[in-house]
């Protein structure tokens, strides 16, 4: 189970000095999409620059223009790019065929989305990873909405990522569904020691992984 470091709302000074802290205990760098629209594909290449052998998530929420926009954060290093659920059909295909051109991934993200339905098309449109995403906005109004996991009950093919306000004690009830990869931002990156926040989380993570395999 990867944990995945969402870094969000900062500064590019920020950003690289929070990877530098947490980077033992992190599995994926995820660029945010505020970072992306205020510094472009260059802090994309600075990552993968000082971080070589890192995976990164480009979290470009594409939604249109897909061979282009993949192109671009491919090229620029990243190994994961995202696009949204409801992006059109042409567009996701266009991304999936960029990259395996590129050999890398793409992420759709499924904020919003409420029907399992469009699961299933994206699908057979040769989508492999999904983001469960309870949104920023939605989170001032509580704590994620479990029920998000029913979406992907029934697509035990697909590789699953969860985001949304997760935090030490939400962070049970996540693992309990056994998602692939956890994505934690603020729980993390606003807290006073960094990496102490980041080497907790992964111990839950551990320790749940532990007690799984002796079930």
């Not at 090229?75 to 960029?98: H, L, N, W």
């Not at 998602?179 to 990496?195: H, M, Q």
Request: hydrophobic share 40%; with cysteine; glycine share 6%.
């Amino acid at each position: 189970m990867n944990l995945q470091l969402a870094l969000d709302r900062l500064s590019e000074e920020e950003c690289l000095t929070i990877i530098s802290e947490t980077n033992e205990y992190v599995d994926w760098i995820e660029i945010g999409t505020g970072v992306i629209k205020e510094y472009g594909m260059s802090i994309v290449r600075k990552v993968r620059k000082r971080y070589p052998e890192s995976i990164i998530v480009a979290d470009m929420k594409t939604c249109d223009a897909g061979a282009h926009e993949a192109s671009q954060v491919f090229e620029a290093g990243a190994d994961i790019t995202t696009v949204m659920a409801f992006a059109a059909d042409q567009t996701i295909e266009d991304m999936v065929a960029k990259a395996n051109e590129y050999n890398g991934r793409i992420m759709v993200d499924l904020l919003n989305v409420e029907d399992s339905e469009r699961v299933r098309e994206l699908s057979r449109l040769g989508v492999d990873l999904v983001s469960l995403h309870f949104g920023k906005d939605m989170q001032q109004k509580g704590e994620m909405d479990q029920s998000l996991f029913g979406l992907i009950s029934d697509f035990p093919q697909l590789e699953v990522a969860v985001a949304g306000g997760i935090n030490l004690r939400s962070l049970p009830d996540v693992l309990s569904h056994q998602p692939d990869t956890v994505i934690v931002g603020s729980a993390i990156t606003k807290k006073a020691d960094r990496e102490e926040a980041a080497r907790q989380i992964k111990e839950v993570i551990k320790s749940y992984e532990t007690n799984d395999t002796h079930r």
